[in-house]
């Protein structure tokens, strides 16, 4: 059972990611500025504690400088009252920044019950098509 137990920086870290989102979706509902700084706040601040000191190099590695850098100035632009395009910054940033794992994500979406069978039609979004091949981790 050891390898359960979490730190308390990390229990913190998830309760302000939590609000973090939370106050995100308010802001995004209520179209308020000031509820999407703090809920941007938290978030970043929470997902921080949470993945320890350690994600920072994740972010500074010279391969992710492109994408590194929308992420935080996304963050410092709804910091400074310009939300929209901070948040359109920080999704650009966001998507990539995890492109490796799209793929990934793609193969998980198409094995569900439902969607997948919808995702499995010739129909589907080219994105899922082009990644057919088996590139789960596991």
Not at 82 to 107: D, H, K, M, Q, Y
Not at 108 to 119: A, D, N
């Amino acid at each position: 059972m050891g390898s359960f137990e979490t730190s308390d920086f990390k229990k913190v870290g998830h309760g302000m990611a939590a609000f973090g989102i939370i106050f995100t979706l308010l802001g995004l509902f209520f179209f308020d500025k000031g509820l999407l700084a703090i809920g941007n706040i938290l978030l970043v601040s929470g997902v921080l504690l949470t993945a320890g000191a350690n994600s920072l190099h994740f972010f500074l590695r010279p391969k992710n400088y492109k994408s590194s850098v929308p992420l935080m100035l996304g963050f410092v632009l709804v910091i400074a009252g310009w939300p929209i395009t901070g948040l359109f910054s920080e999704t650009c940033g966001f998507v990539f920044l995890f492109r490796e794992i799209w793929p990934t994500v793609a193969n998980f979406l198409r094995k569900l019950p439902i969607l997948g069978s919808v995702l499995r039609l010739s129909s589907g979004h080219p994105y899922f098509a082009r990644s057919r091949g088996n590139r789960c981790p596991v």
